[in-house]
């Protein structure tokens, strides 16, 4: 019983820094290239993230020059994901005073898909919920013992959060509500005065690195800049009730088309179906025998009580975001925190969930993202290159554009074209350009994307294959095409 935690943790670890994603997001890419090359250093959504990897990686690289920024910044997430899971395990134990309790929950919070997927990226995500949840952590102790320069701390590292990624300012906001409803108003003044510290370091950003003058309108186009941005989905629809409770299922366990195609690569992977059901299973019996609600009040429980409402704040946001799964990766992280407060029940419920996740997300995630390369991306870049006189229309554009970048050094960005940017097909179908594309024959598992974007290839006519490309999840052509014109008007 005394070395079961250890190993499981040690596991997880293992899982963190030996398997990164060798399929990297189109956002990992890009930040790659941020740091890589030093550009873009400062991104108002996310606005520390991209200096301090460069910062850092720059200081290794004088000692070992072969070292890869994409590499370096999958490890670097590794280590942030494992000090969360310690300050979150040290921040139970100090809430409940029992090992099993603080032991358990960690590990479910740490075999979480959201958690296990940013864990192994090179994405924002990672590292501001290590900074919120050392301001929870100060936040606490600020409760027991009243002591103003504890919630000076929690107002540092929950201001350090938010410049590491804006999602935070909803954490921050919650710490605020718990100060409000707590009616102390020197510790809220000290909190608000702190947190000012965020728009002070944007506004220092946008003068002198990014060279916009200082005006208040200056400001707020530039803290909400990728919300003005086409990268932003807030309007608000069907969508957002039909894909917020996927993505809130996925935090916890994978579900992507990609499970279809790894099951086809590895067939012996179906033996893992019974597996993971039979925990699943355990769960449930042990948790409908153990459930008990309890009507807790916030004059007993102002700790978690504030942690539900960040909860429902960052789980609105993501709600209003198209239900963004990257907006979710903080919540496995806050149910422990407040959970147990209303919900009792046997903790072997969680440890069989626990197991479910960690079982199911390494073999459908973890494991085949990082030993197969579904695209073969590298070999269109190629192509790519040696054709410089040539147009591109490609399935995957984002993702292309940022990794020919990175791995080239040039940027691509007027050759490479989105088939769905039908204002670029139009300016290309009026020009006599040799177009070469991916999209007839390149084969994307389903995804979010599928669903709120649907692809459309009937503007594109076939004239011969150019080259054939041989990936994981099956051969594709470039193709030489023309343009239907009449579809694009």
């Not at 990686?57 to 070992?64: A, G, H, R």
Request: charged letters at 15%; one cysteine or more.
């Amino acid at each position: 019983m005394r070395y079961r935690y250890p190993i499981v943790f040690i596991i997880i670890l293992v899982i963190y820094f030996l398997f990164p994603n060798s399929n990297l997001s189109v956002d990992s890419l890009g930040y790659g290239c941020s740091v890589k090359y030093g550009v873009d250093l400062f991104s108002a959504h996310h606005l520390l993230y991209n200096y301090f990897n460069h910062l850092i990686y720059n200081s290794i690289k004088t000692i070992f020059p072969l070292l890869d920024a994409l590499r370096f910044m999958q490890f670097t997430n590794a280590l942030f994901a494992v000090l969360c899971l310690i300050v979150l395990r040290r921040l139970i134990l100090k809430q409940t005073n029992d090992n099993a309790k603080a032991n358990v929950w960690t590990f479910f919070v740490g075999a979480s898909f959201g958690v296990m997927r940013f864990a192994v990226e090179a994405e924002t995500y990672i590292m501001p919920i290590f900074f919120s949840l050392i301001s929870s952590s100060f936040y606490f102790k600020f409760l027991r013992d009243k002591k103003t320069i504890n919630i000076f701390l929690s107002a540092i590292f929950v201001s350090l959060a938010c410049l590491f990624h804006q999602i935070h300012l909803f954490w921050g906001i919650g710490l605020f509500i718990g100060l409000l409803m707590a009616r102390k108003i020197k510790p809220l003044l000290v909190f608000s005065a702190t947190t000012l510290l965020v728009p002070f370091i944007y506004i220092l950003v946008m003068i002198f690195y990014q060279k916009i003058d200082f005006s208040a309108g200056n400001l707020v186009r530039f803290l909400g800049d990728y919300y003005y941005s086409n990268n932003a989905n807030t309007d608000f629809g069907l969508i957002n009730f039909i894909v917020t409770p996927i993505t809130f299922f996925r935090t916890f366990f994978q579900v992507h088309g990609i499970v279809i195609d790894v099951l086809r690569l590895i067939p012996a992977f179906y033996l893992i179906i019974p597996v993971v059901l039979c925990f699943i299973i355990l769960f449930i019996v042990k948790a409908t025998k153990s459930i008990d609600f309890r009507k807790a009040k916030y004059k007993d429980y102002p700790f978690e009580f504030t942690h539900l409402f960040i909860f429902l704040l960052q789980f609105s946001f993501a709600f209003y975001s198209h239900g963004n799964s990257e907006f979710m990766v903080m919540l496995p992280f806050l149910i422990p925190i407040f959970v147990p407060v209303f919900i009792e029940f046997d903790l072997k419920a969680i440890k069989y969930l626990g197991f479910a996740m960690l079982i199911w997300n390494f073999f459908f995630a973890i494991f085949p993202n990082n030993c197969f390369d579904y695209q073969n991306n590298r070999a269109l870049l190629t192509i790519i290159k040696d054709n410089p006189d040539k147009v591109f229309i490609l399935k995957e554009r984002n993702i292309v554009v940022n990794q020919y970048y990175y791995e080239i050094g040039t940027e691509e960005y007027d050759r490479l074209i989105d088939n769905q940017n039908k204002e670029a097909i139009n300016k290309l179908s009026k020009e006599e350009k040799v177009i070469y594309t991916d999209v007839l024959t390149k084969h994307v598992p389903f995804n979010r994307a599928n669903v709120t974007s649907p692809s459309d290839d009937n503007n594109l006519i076939f004239k011969r294959h150019i080259s054939k490309i041989d990936s994981d999840l099956g051969e594709y052509f470039v193709d030489e095409v023309s343009l239907r014109k009449n579809i694009l008007n």
